[in-house]
């Protein structure tokens, strides 16, 4: 009985984030979603569509007003969504250092 509450809220999360893919317009298979990690009422799932290979990360918080979501398109898979989440933030200075690197690259082409 648990099992068929929480695909029902799984379902009803899905329909939240999506039912189609927002690169192409296909329609997902709520199968192939993947829960990557889970902490009381909020879920970050992982979907990649089958026809275009875009995914969609989407965080799906169950609250006592309804079930609502964020997302966004993505290129990562689902093993890098969850190594990314682990690593530490990218600096103001690292971003600059970046980009006075770069700068030098476009100058000697």
Avoid at 62 to 70: L, T, Y
């Amino acid at each position: 009985m648990m099992e068929d509450k929480f695909f029902d809220l799984f379902n009803e999360s899905l329909k939240v984030v999506s039912s189609y893919c927002p690169v192409c317009n296909s329609k997902y298979n709520p199968v192939e979603a993947k829960i990557l990690e889970e902490r009381n009422d909020s879920h970050l799932i992982h979907i990649k569509c089958r026809n275009c290979s875009a995914s969609i990360v989407a965080l799906v918080i169950v609250g006592n007003m309804g079930v609502s979501s964020i997302g966004m398109v993505t290129d990562l898979q689902s093993d890098e969504v969850l190594k990314f989440k682990s690593s530490r933030p990218v600096t103001a200075d690292e971003v600059l250092d970046f980009h006075q690197t770069i700068s030098q690259f476009e100058k000697l082409i």
